[in-house]
């Protein structure tokens, strides 16, 4: 049952993931050809890219973190013993889930604070609302390190 779960979300995260590349595609596109045909454009849309660009660098954070395909330096992990290896994934690992804890609980406070605010981006679109993926992402990959601390990374795997 949980990984029938897991395996739902994980698709309706690449999902948005795709969707977010196609309307970011689809946009910029049709921004181009309305210039072009000189209408001007859409004024909302720089706007709605710019948010879009956030929503994608999040959403490719979550699914780089979940691959555990993130940018990671493995210098030591190929001239040391399992056991270390193990040791050193581990402790990796829960500070990796430490900082995206901490990012994601400032990155809230920085939410509730545009919220505050009460600014739009676009199209009367709240900022906050736009700029809640920030804590939501960060939390998702905190919990995830956390696990990949009490689990084996892939590469090391036997």
Same mark, same amino acid.
């Given at each position: 049952?949980?990984?029938? &779960? /897991? #395996?739902?979300?994980?698709?309706?995260?690449?999902?948005?993931?795709?969707? @977010?590349? *196609?309307?970011?595609?689809? $946009?910029?596109?049709?921004?181009?050809? &309305? /210039? #072009?045909?000189?209408?001007?454009?859409?004024?909302?849309?720089?706007?709605? @890219?710019? *948010?879009?660009?956030?929503? $994608?660098?999040?959403?490719?954070?979550?699914?780089?973190?979940?691959?555990?395909?993130?940018?990671?330096?493995?210098?030591?992990?190929?001239? *040391?013993?399992?056991?270390?290896?193990?040791?050193?994934?581990?402790?990796?690992?829960?500070?990796?889930?430490?900082?995206?804890?901490?990012?994601?609980?400032?990155?809230?406070?920085?939410?509730?604070?545009?919220?505050?605010?009460?600014?739009?981006?676009?199209?009367?679109?709240?900022?906050?609302?736009?700029?809640?993926?920030?804590?939501?992402?960060?939390?998702?990959?905190?919990?995830?390190?956390?696990?990949?601390?009490?689990?084996?990374?892939?590469?090391?795997?036997?």
């Amino acid at each position: 049952m949980l990984v029938k &779960l /897991r #395996n739902i979300l994980y698709t309706l995260e690449d999902s948005l993931l795709l969707t @977010l590349v *196609v309307s970011m595609v689809v $946009l910029s596109f049709s921004q181009l050809v &309305l /210039r #072009n045909l000189g209408v001007g454009g859409m004024a909302w849309s720089d706007g709605a @890219l710019r *948010v879009n660009v956030l929503w $994608l660098a999040m959403f490719g954070a979550l699914r780089a973190s979940r691959l555990q395909n993130h940018i990671s330096i493995n210098l030591l992990s190929h001239y *040391v013993s399992e056991t270390l290896k193990k040791r050193l994934h581990f402790i990796v690992s829960l500070c990796c889930a430490a900082i995206c804890a901490v990012a994601a609980y400032y990155s809230f406070l920085f939410v509730q604070l545009e919220k505050e605010d009460g600014f739009t981006a676009f199209l009367n679109v709240p900022v906050w609302l736009c700029e809640a993926i920030i804590p939501f992402a960060l939390a998702i990959i905190a919990i995830r390190f956390l696990f990949f601390a009490l689990t084996l990374p892939e590469p090391y795997a036997d």
